[in-house]
Nanobody, 122 residues
């Protein structure tokens, strides 16, 4: 059974930083694209960032490019999202995702985590 467990959410002031973690288990993820999505209050879930497990290629939404960095630790089967210069509009529940391949990586996933809340105060 595939499990994605997020951690690291919390309350931070605008301009601050947080690092989210996603621990993956249950299968070999070498062919998967790991990603982060978010859903803000009253909004639809949207793509944030993704990383191909094998090749290390990264993808970012324009709204976070230059502020967020996605990375991985293969030994720990863990994916991270370093979020810097946070803004109130970054407030959302952040979800870790895993998708086989890269087709449609900004719109869908095969597996989801339970989500972790990030609140950015102004």
């Amino acid at each position: 059974q595939v499990q994605l467990v997020e951690s690291g959410g919390g309350l931070v002031q605008a301009g601050g930083s947080l690092r989210l973690s996603c621990a993956a288990s249950g299968r070999t993820f070498s062919s998967y694209t790991m990603g982060w999505f978010r859903q803000g209050p009253g909004k639809e879930r949207e793509f944030v960032a993704a990383l191909s497990w094998r090749g290390g290629s990264t993808y970012y939404a324009n709204s976070v490019k230059g502020r967020f960095t996605i990375s991985r630790d293969n030994a720990k089967n863990t994916v991270y999202l370093q979020m810097n210069r946070l803004k109130p509009e970054d407030t959302a529940v952040y979800y870790c995702s895993a998708k086989l391949g890269i087709v449609g990586l900004t719109t869908a996933a095969d597996y989801w985590g339970q989500g972790t809340l990030v609140t950015v105060s102004s």
